[in-house]
C-alpha cells in the first residue's frame, strides 16, 4: 500500500493550495478507510490537521484550520484532498497523508510528505 502525497508549493500569505493523495496498492480498499492529514515542522510534533471517514460525509479539524481547509475525497479515484485556503505563515510545514485510522492520531498507513511554504 502506499500514499502518495502532492500539491505542496510556495504561496503567499492569503492564497490557496490543493493537496492531493494517491492511494495505491493490490487490494487497496480505500473506500473503506478513513483518511488523514497532519503537518509537522521541524523541531516540533506532528499535528492532526483533518480526518473524513470512509464515506466523506463526516469531517474533522483542528481548531486553527476550522473555516479554512477543506478535506474531501474521491473513492472512484482512490484520492484524498486536502483544500488550503488562507494561508498564514504559521501554516508552513511538511503535509503528510494517511490512511486507515486505528485511534485518533494513529493511522496504519502513512505517505510522504508534501511542503507547504506560505511567505508573508
Known amino acids: 500500500v502506499q500514499l502518495q502525497a502532492s500539491g505542496g508549493g510556495l504561496v503567499q500569505a492569503g492564497g490557496s493550495l490543493r493537496l492531493s493523495c494517491a492511494a495505491s496498492g493490490r487490494a487497496f480498499r480505500m473506500y473503506a478507510m478513513g483518511m488523514g492529514w497532519f503537518r509537522q515542522v521541524p523541531g516540533k510534533e506532528r499535528e492532526f490537521v483533518a480526518h473524513i471517514n470512509w464515506g466523506g460525509d463526516t469531517t474533522y479539524y483542528t481548531d486553527s484550520v476550522k473555516g479554512r481547509f477543506i478535506i474531501s475525497r474521491d473513492n472512484a479515484k482512490n484520492t484524498a484532498y486536502l483544500q488550503l485556503n488562507r494561508l498564514t505563515v504559521e501554516d508552513t510545514a511538511v503535509y503528510y497523508c494517511?490512511?486507515?485510522?486505528?485511534?485518533?492520531?494513529?493511522?496504519?498507513?502513512w505517505g510522504q510528505g508534501t511542503q507547504v511554504t506560505v511567505s508573508s
Open positions: 494517511a490512511a486507515e485510522m486505528i485511534r485518533p492520531g494513529e493511522y496504519k498507513y
